[in-house]
């Protein structure tokens, strides 16, 4: 009986993915502030970076390296190790899974350290992703390697601790415009990915998840949208890859085409986070664009990301309603669903920022602040290992029908120039600087 108790009482803590996030963010900014911990990610050089003629063996011998390295190592273990417990995820094998991907992660740091790269403004999240790419894809790599690989758990811990280096003020500033934003870009860009895949023929189903994809926010709405139809798991998993894989040249790319243009770090933030499918790759673009950039571009996604209820709750109603035709009928779709598909972390997130915003005392919100940002930086690299990994350039060597993959880089194409128009007009020629 006392075993069954102790069951029941651990089953109740397997809270699902998104809460964990929030909570597994928030036991490390308790730590932080509560502890006054002040030591960061591992770095190597210093600002500057390092170079050829750099004293290797004083950087690799350095107490506080090590250090940083074996305290980071710990604290981000246990946290992960939390967060997936409460996501209801098996532990096996992920502890060796986990040092392989910190391992990898320390390794893209050090890259990105190079003084050349530094000069370049090359962040480490770009190599991150190409050392996971090609790992992934060159090698086939044991299960307990790939154990670590927990993508959307990692993005989702550094997005809320990300709240805490965004204060309220800047949401407020940039929040209403980045949700008219999101309102504008959602139902255009839906409305046209859907009719253009129905035009190529491309059957209602594929049709309706490559809209979500493309229009709301990526993954999360490929598969929010595949649970609100009932969609075919070959069909999502097609369309996750597909955003995977394009996210990483617009990832890469429209940062520099937006300073090609000279487009002001505001505008390029709001256009990176209403046309980049995946909320990490839209943190990596708006580090690049700059702290800027970052900050509306995480602003104006989430202002996407609020919208994925809603929008999931709308195709469920209309897919009900286009099962009365069929030999299926319509089923109820209940109003709680909006509660269900929206994504708890971008509450972690806000929560973040109103601690930090009203509650801490202005020294210690900056002091915790930096421990914070460097800490939330590193889960991205995590993520962007295992994005990388994840991603498998042979599976779109399968596919039956090319359609939904034209039909996807077409949508992609008009979003991309659509959501630029929209933002420029919303946050250069109308917003208040």
Known sequence: MTENKKAGALSKLKIGQDWASVVAGF???????????????????????WDAGHDF????????????ALYTFFIFGIVAIMGIFMSGETLKKYITGFLSIFLLAIVAQFIS???????????????????????????????WFRSGVQTELYVKIGLVLLGATILFKDILTAGSFGLIQAVIVVTVVWYFAFWLSKKMKV??????????????????????????INGDK?????????????????????PIIAKWMGLSEIVTGAWLGGTIDTTGAVVAAGTIAGETGLKYATIVKFSQNVLLGLAAFAISIFWAYRSRGSNEKGQHVPARIIWDRFPKFVLGFILASVVFSFILSPETAKDSGKVIKSFSTFWFNLAFISIGLETRFADFKHMESKKPFYSFLIAQTFNIIFTLGVSYLLFQLISPK
């Open 203 to 228: 059957d209602d189903e594929f049709s309706t998840m490559l809209a979500s994809a493309v229009s709301i926010c990526g993954v999360s709405a490929a598969i929010a949208t595949a649970g609100a």
């Open 113 to 143: 350290s190079y003084a050349g790269f530094k000069n370049l403004g090359l962040e480490t999240v770009l190599f991150s992703l190409v050392i996971g790419l090609l790992l992934g894809n060159v090698f086939r790599l044991p299960d």
């Open 27 to 49: 036991v490390l900014i308790l730590f932080v502030v509560i502890t006054g911990y002040a030591i960061g990610t591992p770095s190597f050089g210093g600002k500057a970076g």
């Open 234 to 254: 070959k069909k999502l998993s097609f369309v996750i890859s597909l955003v995977l894989l394009i996210a990483i040249p617009m990832m890469i790319f429209l």
């Open 57 to 68: 063996s004083g950087m690799f011998g350095a107490a506080s390296l090590w250090t940083s």
